[in-house]
């Protein structure tokens, strides 16, 4: 039985790895950082959560004595890096928060533009609360229940 192609011998070696050499060159030149190390592209990461301190009225009505907290990130990579300009990713309706005073001022992390992030003053607090955006980077807020 003949052999049609035998890639490990002959002709069809040096086309084969002429072609692996070429590939492997592209690549390394489209990567961008890559060809210098991971630790070259790696990104910086920013979390911010707005406002970052609100007063309520804890006798006041719905909406009145409750606030939306959005957290925030944004991530940078040196120049070079195939990713040249900042990533921004907004979280306002997936970040999983904590209240010091989960009585009087909890907050809620269900999932969603209405709810996530939203306050309430339930009750006077004698100390400032502290809320924590958890899933981005726990950031804090502060927020004041009269």
Known sequence: MKRLF??????AMKVF????AACSLACS???????????????TTTYTVTPTTATLDHMAAPP????QFTATSVTT???????AIPAYVLAPFQTTWSSSDTVNAPI???FGQATNGVATCKGATTMPVTLTALSEGN???TLICK
């Open 108 to 110: 809620d992390s269900t």
């Open 139 to 141: 950031v804090t807020a």
């Open 6 to 11: 035998a890639p490990h011998e002959g002709p």
């Open 17 to 20: 790895l002429g072609l692996l």
């Open 29 to 43: 030149l489209l990567s961008g950082c890559a060809a210098v190390g991971t630790d070259a592209c790696a990104g």
């Open 64 to 67: 009145a004595n409750q606030q």
């Open 77 to 83: 990579y040196p120049k070079g890096c195939s990713i």
